[in-house]
């Protein structure tokens, strides 16, 4: 049987490690309780599992006290839970054109209430913010900055501290979904003060996990309340961490399991697979970036990226146009209605070359009118960890044949 290649692990990882389905088998099979329900041992047992992901968590993140980590069942449920429950009536906050609907969504819906303002800051045609307009945009109710780590269309990297140094003491929400596991991140270095992220992409876990930091002296509304096996005999909501926001019973066995692969992580090192990650992208770049009748977007640096990169098939774009355009092959709409349908070549990917990847506009409309690939959106090639340079060059063999018209 043909391999497949999995070329959508900004959508999902996989695959996950061994160890992931191993820590999740055991806690179904021999832990199975309830932690901090109960005195026994399996609940203990659990109990420690769950402590362990939140420090091997901490680890990772340079979180000094893994109980400002809490966990949630993603990344939108962490951005959610410090929008909604860190915003007042009359706040400011902004954002930027990269960010996900994750975060643009639950903003909007604020925004219409009249519940607070938003400003969006622009970005430039490969992707990175504005760090002047940002500057201009901060006023004095501003209360959050919420941005985007990477782009999940096209990869580019923000500067995070260099956007904490332009803040200042508004609190910095960094949502990293793409940079989680893939870049290094130290929340006392960077400057963030809630770093959402979620457990199923970067980080190697199972879905249904994810979580918030939330930096000491900083405090969250909770989005529910309810059982957290602790001061039970109060009717009120604990007022710490984690139990203030971790109301009900967990996703357990996904938190083992995104344990055992955060464990991964740490016993490579981020940096390692970064390296391998930036090995990837550069090499893809390479292979594909020239190939008459495509356009490449974002940075097309591996050292200013992660390893997404999103593409069309535009017949009409002259070789070497990319580099007239600033680095960015973005190209105006007129042309793109001349171009393959990226839902068209993704299906083509799929079903002749057996490459998996995502086509369309990946729950970032914005981006992609900074891209200039909006409404069509782009196809997304997201390579991981477990990719190889085997790999790519097939992926730019694929890619190159269907230029040419096959199949
Ligand atoms: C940048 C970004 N933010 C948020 C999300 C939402 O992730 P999840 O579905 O795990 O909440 C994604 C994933 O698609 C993403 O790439």
Redesign the pocket.
Known sequence: MKKLIYLDN??TSFPKPPRVLEAMTRFMTEVGANPGRAGHRLAKEAERIVWHTRESLARLFHIAKPERIVFSL????AINTVLLGVLKAGDHVVTTAMD?N?VLRPLEFMRKKGHVSVDIVPCDRQGFLDLDVLKQCLKKNTALVAV?HAS?VCGTLQDIRAIKGIIGEIPLLV?T??TAGCVPIDVERDGIDFLAF?G??GLLGPQGT?GVYIREGLSVRPLKRGGTGSVSESLDQPDFLPDALESGTQNNVGIAGLGAGVDYLLERGVADIMKHEQALTAALLKKIRHLPGISVYGPLDATRQTATLSLTFDSILPDGEDQSLGGCGAINLAWMEEGRDPGEIGALLNDSFDILVRAGLH?APLAHKVLGTFPEGTIRLSMGVFNTLEEVALVAEAIQRIVEGAP
């Not at 993603?74 to 449920?77: A, Q």
């Open positions: 900004a959508a993603n990344v939108t449920e996900h994750a985007n999940n949502d979904a793409q979620t199923h992409k994810g729950c």
